[in-house]
């Protein structure tokens, strides 16, 4: 099958267009070296293709856009404000106990690491074998507070053609696409298995999405026909993925 371009971007280009991003919306980080409250995007331009501590005081404060109740973001925390989203690990396989999605929570990020996971940017604690590992629960329950609930729960209406760096680690709503693989199971034999969709308006974009062999709707099948998809935009390698929290984010259009 062939994939369109949005499923290639080159990962230096995801990182150079994230810069350019906040250049250009005029953000500018705290350079006084005690830190203060940043947007996201800040956060993620202080990458430079390195692991990096971070020392400062820095906060950042979202809305959580992630469930791992269904075995789906296992160890991931995705947060999303008004500039951009960014992945959080930690090592846990409930934090839906934790974090309700709609949470709103802020973040002291002393001492935290981001770094970089197959082109994608992370939160997490400083690796050995990775740029960014996994934070202990308790560790983690030191660097986050929750302080209210979102009215709503943030999402971007676009098609798979509007894909672009800005929405990674957001959650995104695509209408009017389908499966390829309709008909078959998730994840066959509980092994993490990748899944494509296609824009029924164009039907030349395609957009790949990853489905964790350990979630429990693995076996379940992948609905017929044109849907809507909620997901949270990844990049992984050489291309972008959505990630799915539970079989809910698949809304068939005969059920709208």
């Given at each position: 099958m062939?994939l369109?371009?949005?499923s290639?971007?080159?990962?230096g280009i995801?990182?150079?267009?994230?810069?350019?991003?906040?250049?250009?919306?005029?953000?500018?980080?705290?350079s006084?070296g005690?830190g203060?409250?940043i947007s996201?995007?800040?956060l993620?331009?202080?990458?430079?293709?390195y692991?990096?501590l971070?020392?400062e005081g820095?906060?950042i404060?979202?809305v959580v856009?992630?469930n791992?109740?269904?075995?789906e973001?296992?160890?991931k925390?995705a947060i999303?404000d008004s500039?951009g989203?960014?992945i959080?690990?930690v090592k846990?396989?409930?934090?839906f106990?934790?974090?309700?999605?709609g949470?709103?929570v802020?973040?002291?990020?002393?001492?935290l690491?981001?770094?970089?996971y197959?082109?994608?940017?992370r939160?997490?604690?400083?690796?050995?074998n990775?740029?960014?590992?996994?934070?202990s629960?308790?560790r983690?329950?030191?660097?986050?507070?929750?302080?209210g609930i979102?009215e709503?729960?943030?999402r971007h209406?676009?098609?798979?053609g509007?894909i672009?760096p800005?929405?990674?680690?957001t959650?995104?709503?695509?209408c009017?696409v389908?499966f390829?693989?309709?008909?078959?199971?998730?994840?066959?034999?509980?092994?993490?298995?990748?899944?494509?969709?296609?824009?029924?308006?164009?039907?030349?974009d395609?957009l790949?999405?990853?489905l964790?062999?350990r979630s429990?709707?693995?076996?379940?099948?992948i609905?017929e026909?044109?849907c809507?998809?909620?997901?949270?935009l990844?990049?992984?390698n050489?291309?972008y993925?959505?990630?799915l929290?539970?079989?809910?984010?698949v809304?068939?259009?005969?059920?709208?």
């Open positions: 062939m369109s371009r949005v290639r971007p080159l990962v995801v990182t150079v267009c994230l810069l350019l991003m906040v250049g250009c919306n005029g953000a500018v980080v705290p006084d005690e203060g409250a996201i995007s800040q993620r331009a202080l990458y430079d293709g692991p990096r971070l020392t820095y906060t404060e979202g856009i992630s791992d109740r269904h075995g973001f296992r160890h925390v999303e500039s989203g960014v959080i690990e846990s396989d409930s934090l106990l934790l974090h309700r999605m949470d709103r802020r973040v002291e990020c002393r001492g690491t981001l770094g970089g197959g082109g994608s940017i939160l997490g604690a400083e690796g050995t990775r740029e960014v590992e996994p934070l629960k308790a983690w329950k030191e660097h986050y507070r929750t302080v979102a709503s729960l943030p209406s676009l098609s798979i509007d672009a800005r929405y990674l680690s959650r995104l709503m695509l009017s389908r390829v693989e309709a008909g078959e199971e998730w994840a066959p034999m509980q092994c993490d298995t990748t899944r494509h969709l296609v824009d029924c308006a164009s039907e030349g395609t790949a999405v990853r964790s062999g429990d709707f693995a076996n379940h099948i609905p026909g044109e809507t998809l909620f997901g949270v990844d990049y992984f050489d291309g993925q959505l990630l929290a539970s079989p809910d984010d809304l068939p259009h005969s059920e709208k």
